[in-house]
Nanobody, 128 residues
Framework: QVQLVESGGGLVQSGGSLRLSCAAS????????MGWFRQAPGKEREFLSA????????YYADSVRGRFTVSRDSAKNTVHLEMNSLKPEDTAVYYC?????????????????????WGQGTQVTVSS
């Protein structure tokens, strides 16, 4: 059974940084894309970034490119999202997701429905 467990969220001041982690278990993820999304109250779930588990290629949404960095630690089956220069509008619940490339998922897909597995989310709050 696939499990994705996010951690690292919290309260940070505007301009600060946080590092989110997503511990993945339950299968081999070598053919998977790992994505990060967020959802603010009353808003749609928003794609942020994705990384190929095998090879490490990355993709970012325009809203976070240059501020956020995604990486993976294959030895620890963990994906990270380093977030810098945080703004109050970054406040949201942040989710990790995993999608099988065999199902047609591509790195640049912004659609949450394309992903197969989700974590429970971690709250990030940026104060002004």
């Amino acid at each position: 059974q696939v499990q994705l467990v996010e951690s690292g969220g919290g309260l940070v001041q505007s301009g600060g940084s946080l590092r989110l982690s997503c511990a993945a278990s339950g299968r081999t993820f070598s053919k998977y894309i790992m994505g990060w999304f967020r959802q603010a109250p009353g808003k749609e779930r928003e794609f942020l970034s994705a990384i190929l588990w095998s090879g490490g290629n990355t993709y970012y949404a325009d809203s976070v490119r240059g501020r956020f960095t995604v990486s993976r630690d294959s030895a620890k089956n963990t994906v990270h999202l380093e977030m810098n220069s945080l703004k109050p509008e970054d406040t949201a619940v942040y989710y990790c997701a995993a999608g099988d490339r065999a199902g047609g998922l591509i790195l640049a897909s912004p659609y949450y429905n394309d992903y197969d597995y989700w974590g429970q989310g971690t709250q990030v709050t940026v104060s002004s």
